[in-house]
């Protein structure tokens, strides 16, 4: 059965930083690209970042270039998101999403994780 958990999330000052797991088990992690989406209250779910299989590549939302890194460590099936001098507007359930390829789209993915909150206050 296909697992991804994520985790990390809270609440946290502007300026600050959190770091996001996600643990993945039931598939060949190590040969899929892994990708983080968000959803902010009202809005859709929309694109952060997405790694490679091997990390080689990593593409990144214009919003958060420069403010957010993924990582990925393969002998533990685990992606990380790094994020750094977080803004209000950061403020979103975060999601990771496994695909067979690096893909910027919700349909580009085929298994989710349930979401874990971020919070940013002011």
């Known amino acids: 059965q296909v697992q991804l958990v994520e985790s990390g999330g809270g609440l946290v000052e502007a300026g600050g930083s959190l770091r996001l797991s996600c643990a993945a088990s039931?598939?060949?992690?190590?040969?899929?690209?892994m990708g983080w989406f968000r959803q902010a209250p009202g809005k859709e779910r929309e694109f952060v970042g997405v790694?490679?299989?091997?990390?080689?590549?990593?593409y990144f939302a214009d919003p958060v270039k420069g403010r957010f890194t993924i990582s990925r460590d393969n002998a533990k099936n685990t992606v990380y998101l790094q994020m750094n001098s977080l803004k209000p507007e950061d403020t979103a359930v975060y999601y990771c999403?496994?695909?067979?390829?690096?893909?910027?789209?919700?349909?580009?993915?085929?298994?989710w994780g349930k979401g874990t909150l971020v919070t940013v206050s002011s």
């Open positions: 999403a496994a695909g067979r390829a690096p893909a910027t789209s919700d349909s580009g993915m085929r298994h």
């Open positions: 039931g598939f060949t992690f190590s040969t899929y690209a």
């Open positions: 790694i490679s299989w091997n990390g080689g590549s990593a």
